[in-house]
């Protein structure tokens, strides 16, 4: 598996304790996440019906926005993995540094691919990926200019697992046009990751190929119970944005007390210049405090936002020593 944050068992045999021990700012996983309602017996028990699955789909299209096909699947990364098989091996490119998982996933399936760091550097591609907002530097495109690489790429691949509070930055509305593939999480906003649960919004063709891909049960019976609570939920989805904004400003005036430079980041992470990134997590972790640093940077460190009040209790302390 490549490097990604959620380690929390490589924290502990680092640095001792046990799961429970620690608070896991590592990932941009929401950590006040949706309330689990409860579940019929049939969803553990049945297979999952094509009627369920399509009132999911229905209800991601509704939330998102969008008229075009949904295809349910078991997180964005299983689309991630379909990608490289949506057409001939050629030249990808990705805008970098971003998720991991695009460029070694494209590798993997026998495509050439290149790493850039301009989004103009994406035209002529085969396959063109861009993170929107971007992980981990938060990086923002307008859509109208992703939409403006479209007619200069052979497909682009627009992963918007960070932007369910940012909405005006979906392409989500653009959604069905060939040579447009947008991937949504679920994970990451309702905080329900385990579920293991994202969506690919395609054209007709795309959505034809990912159903295929993924096989008459991609999903299980209680992902889409959850699911379609969770995205039906509007009052929920409108109270966790306004708090996830004012969260993340709060975090930057905590941790700009300790002198570390705000880089970037989303309503659910933020990245900061620590100047000694090694020793910053080191430093938090004496604390049980887990956070993310970057193979291609010595300085950066990477925070999710804190759930309740004793969390942020915690790595204000963490922080103060």
Known sequence: MLDHGGDIDRAVRRFGGCRSDWVDLSTGINRKPFPVPRLDAAC?????????????????????????????????????QFVPHLSS???ARVLSPTYNEHAATLRAAGWHVE?????????????AVVVNPNNPDGRRYPPERLLA?????????VDESFVDAEPDLSLATHAGTPGLLVLRSFGKFYGLAGVRLGFALASEA???HLASLSGPWPISGPAIAIGIAALSDRTWQATTTGRLAADAIRLDKLVGNI????????????????GDAILAQERLAQSRIWSRIFPWSAKFLRLGLPGDEREWARLSRALQA
């Not at 002198?259 to 620590?274: A, E, M, S």
């Open 44 to 80: 553990w028990t049945a297979l999952p019906p094509q009627s369920d699955i399509a009132a999911l789909c229905d209800a991601a299209r509704k939330v998102y926005g969008t008229t075009a096909p949904v295809v349910a699947l078991a997180g964005a990364q299983m689309a991630i």
């Open 89 to 91: 091996k050629g030249n």
């Open 115 to 127: 790493e850039v760091s301009d989004l103009d550097a994406l035209a002529g591609a085969d396959v």
């Open 149 to 157: 690489l479209l007619p200069r790429v052979g497909r682009l691949v």
């Open 206 to 208: 795309d959505a034809r």
């Open 259 to 274: 002198g570390w430079r705000f880089v970037g980041g989303t309503h659910l992470f933020r990245l900061y210049d620590t």
